[in-house]
């Protein structure tokens, strides 16, 4: 089945700090990609989307590139705000119709003043 | 803006008692789901439900069931509630491809 992996648990950066957040999926069809971020106790909502057509997606600073060849979908951003600090979850949900949108563990940025 | 209500936010309930935990949506939405979150997991899906009564396990149904019997209302039922499955569980509503948006999320313990 569809999978989508993030190996850093936490990342701990200074304000101002270059972020890479590492995503790799598997699926055999075509997926719409997502990062999602958490904030103390809230649900997940939605930070950036990115589908096969458009390849990128940028939100508040943040950006995304879906790459075909790596199966890969990196978060980044230029400069971390304290305000930053959260659980960012890389998702995707497939095309088969299905709608079940599978989540990553998640990566928990602190972003140190 | 799309409103997704969970109740109640917390419950604390004894091994081997039922638990019932809600969902209400303002939306309409036709898809409605069921995950839950442990740290170093992320959100495993429990549930999906397409419409009233046209319900798909997840990735991990076993120990729970649902019921949707108006399409603004889902609900997730533990007959027989175990201590692993204390957790905090969070409904979601989506349309599609667009994306799912979340409610703020229920905290079980089961002691």
């Known amino acids: 089945g569809d999978s989508v992996t993030q190996k850093q648990g936490q990342v701990t950066l200074s304000e101002d700090d270059f972020l890479f957040i590492n995503c790799t999926y598997s699926?055999?069809?075509?997926?719409?990609l997502f990062w999602y971020v958490q904030y103390p106790g809230q649900g997940p909502q939605l930070l950036l989307k990115?589908?096969?057509?458009?390849n990128k997606g940028i939100s508040r600073g943040f950006e995304a590139t879906y790459d075909k060849g790596t199966t890969s979908f990196h978060l980044q951003k230029a400069s971390v705000q304290e305000s930053d600090s959260a659980v960012y979850f890389c998702?995707?949900?497939?095309?088969?119709?299905?709608?079940?949108?599978?989540f990553g563990a998640g990566t928990r940025l602190k972003v140190i003043a | 803006d799309m409103k997704v209500t969970q109740m109640p936010r917390y419950l604390i309930k004894r091994m081997g008692e039922n638990v019932l935990l809600e969902c209400g949506q303002d939306?309409?939405?036709?898809?409605m789901y069921w995950y839950r979150q442990d740290p170093g997991l992320g959100l495993q899906l429990i549930y999906i439900s397409y419409d009233v009564d046209s319900n798909s396990e997840g990735d991990i149904p076993k120990g729970y069931r649902v019921s949707r019997k108006k399409r603004e209302h889902f609900s997730l039922i533990l007959d027989s509630a175990k201590t692993n499955q204390t957790s905090v569980y969070f409904c979601?509503?989506?349309?599609?491809?667009?994306?799912?948006?979340f409610g703020k999320g229920t905290r079980l313990t089961v002691v």
């Open positions: 979601a509503i989506g349309q599609g491809y667009t994306e799912v948006f």
């Open positions: 699926t055999t069809t075509y997926p719409t």
């Open positions: 998702a995707l949900v497939d095309s088969t119709g299905n709608y079940k949108y599978v």
């Open positions: 939306m309409s939405h036709e898809t």
């Open positions: 990115v589908t096969t057509a458009n």
